[in-house]
């Protein structure tokens, strides 16, 4: 699918998004780990923000939401009506350089296409401070496709495996890579890191 075809789906498949997932589970956990690491009033922006609920609700004041999808920004403001939110590609973030103390990215990369993961990644990077921590979910397989009647609709999925992913991190100046395996929303186990810009 074309980038545009993807920000399509997610607003097709948002809402039942929001309403099927289990608001708990211990990816969520994750963010009091970041905070810790995090200086104090953070500037964090949570890429893939979705209606907010997830993440952007357990981030400090003062964070982004950034999502492709309207339809998922629009949940995001009833759900978080203080955060300030943006709707942008991942690929292409309209965010300045070295603004962020860290970036969240929770079952979001996986719906760009593989080919573009490096250049996502050096985003994530770019928008980074120096010494920011990077924490998103860790893709376990390679895979491309589009699954069909995924939450009502369809949606794209693509990864180049685990090993590839963190040789993309670690060419776009991560390092000091730590993981944890936790529940996610929707009910299954999820790989996560967290890393460091140099």
């Not at 994530?124 to 009647?149: D, I, N, Q, S």
Request: charged share 25%; with cysteine; glycine share 10%.
């Amino acid at each position: 699918m074309d980038r545009n075809a993807v920000r399509e789906a997610w607003d097709a498949v948002s809402k039942t998004y929001a309403t099927q997932r289990d608001p708990d589970g211990s990816d969520a956990a994750l963010l009091d780990e970041l905070r810790e690491e995090c200086p104090p009033d953070p500037t964090i922006l949570d890429i893939g923000c979705g209606d907010g609920a997830r993440t952007l609700a357990n981030l400090p004041d003062g964070s982004l939401g950034v999502d492709f999808a309207r339809e998922g920004l629009d949940l995001a403001r009833e759900t978080v009506p203080e955060a300030a939110l943006v709707q942008a590609d991942m690929c292409s973030l309209p965010i300045a350089e070295g603004v962020a103390d860290a970036v969240t990215a929770y079952h979001a990369v996986f719906h760009v296409a593989r080919t573009d993961h490096p250049t996502v990644y050096h985003e994530f990077a770019r928008v980074l401070k120096p010494g920011g921590t990077l924490l998103m979910t860790l893709p376990g397989g390679r895979f491309e496709t589009v699954r069909r009647g995924w939450m009502g609709g369809e949606m794209f999925f693509s990864s180049p495996g685990r090993e590839r992913t963190l040789e993309y991190l670690a060419d776009a100046g991560f390092e000091n890579v730590r993981t944890r395996t936790v529940t996610d929303p929707l009910g299954s186990n999820s790989e996560f890191v967290f890393a460091d810009l140099r």
